[in-house]
């Protein structure tokens, strides 16, 4: 028995040292992906964004003399640049996702994908052995749910760009919030390898929580399309004006390289959408674990109550998108409070209100 407690703590700590490794190698990452930006900055698609004023007022056709095989020429229609296809949106080109607008931008990228790759394994490894030393699934409190959380959205990223997706541009915030998730799991929420109480022993541990943590990711990944959607929606804004006031030298450095707005709207709708479902059937499993456990399938417990408020805020963001006049901003907002929702029932019913759910301690 003492062996295996010998062991048990053995993998305990070989599992802390893993998280901190992976927290290392993520901050080379961090600041691979800075340098990416920094020195991918100055891209093509930053003159093509700062030609939009100057050539949406030149003349739509240009006479260009072309070499025939009869020596002829032609005259050639330059098509007119549209800032805006139709009421709403703008047929803007995507900036280069932080994906290679520059020879030493893109190797910089290379690296810090290079180096999230490393840290995802040892961040993999680290929750891993935690589940190893206390023999069940690793999601028994807020510190094992937390880097789970942050090895299942790095997972998620390093999946769509092995799918070939041109989703570079979210590793920055990606790895910048992954950085602080895990500062503070390990230092505030840090709890030490124990066992469960028993209302959480049960199969539906793996279903329920794997689903919430799944789905949170996803929803991760919509939120941080959204702000970013807002950002560069105001961006393309300014820019399809002349006569207003035009974005300052550091906001087009930043915004000129992200896809456009219409691209990260509807990036942000696509995995809000795909996600929903599943986030459904976490709501559902909870409900039946619910009942195996306390006898009841619902309960308005705190926990219960923002986990619905979550879903509700969802539907209106799904429902707002195909609703005339709230597509755009409208919408985004509402998929910001949601995802806001979504971690208060996370942190503060956890950590500021006391019901059934309690027991995921701190």
């Not at 020195?39 to 093509?48: I, L, Q, W």
């Not at 007119?80 to 020879?103: C, Q």
Request: with cysteine; aromatic share 12%.
């Amino acid at each position: 028995m003492n062996i295996a407690a010998a062991a048990n703590e053995t993998l305990a700590h070989n599992s802390n040292l893993l998280v901190y490794s992976a927290m290392a190698v993520y901050t080379l990452a961090f600041v691979a992906h800075m340098s990416e930006w920094v020195f991918g900055s100055r891209s093509k698609v930053a003159r093509t964004a700062a030609a939009l004023t100057s050539q949406a007022t030149a003349p739509a056709t240009v006479s260009v003399k072309v070499a025939q095989q009869g020596g002829g020429t032609a005259v050639l229609e330059r098509p007119k640049v549209i800032t805006k296809s139709a009421a709403g949106s703008r047929d803007v080109p995507d900036g280069p996702g932080a994906a290679g607008g520059t020879e030493k931008g893109d190797l910089y990228g290379r690296i810090a994908i290079s180096l999230t790759v490393l840290g995802w394994g040892l961040h993999v490894g680290g929750v891993v052995t935690r589940a190893l030393s206390v023999q069940r699934a690793p999601w028994g409190n807020m510190y094992e749910f937390s880097t789970t959380f942050a090895a299942v959205a790095v997972g998620i990223y390093l999946l769509l760009l092995t799918l070939r997706k041109n989703v570079r541009w979210i590793g920055l915030p990606l790895i910048t919030t992954v950085l602080l998730d895990l500062g503070l799991a390990v230092s505030v929420l840090y709890t030490a390898s124990d066992q469960l109480v028993p209302a959480l022993h049960s199969y539906w541990l793996w279903i329920h929580v794997s689903c919430a943590i799944l789905s949170g990711a996803v929803l991760y990944l919509g939120a941080v399309a959204t702000l970013l959607f807002l950002f560069r929606d105001r961006y393309e804004a300014k820019l399809a004006d002349p006569a207003g006031k035009q974005p300052g030298a550091f906001a087009t450095s930043v915004l000129e390289r992200l896809p456009s707005a219409a691209s990260l709207d509807k990036f942000a709708y696509r995995v809000n959408a795909t996600v929903f479902p599943l986030w459904t059937f976490t709501i559902i499993a909870g409900a039946i674990w619910a009942e195996a456990a306390w006898g009841r399938y619902w309960g308005w417990d705190p926990k219960e109550v923002w986990a619905f408020i979550t879903w509700v805020g969802y539907a209106c963001y799904l429902h707002a998108r195909s609703t005339a006049g709230w597509k755009g901003r409208k919408a985004a907002w509402l998929g910001l409070i949601a995802f806001a929702c979504y971690l208060f029932n996370y942190y503060g019913v956890n950590i500021f209100v006391t019901g059934l759910h309690s027991y995921a301690g701190v």
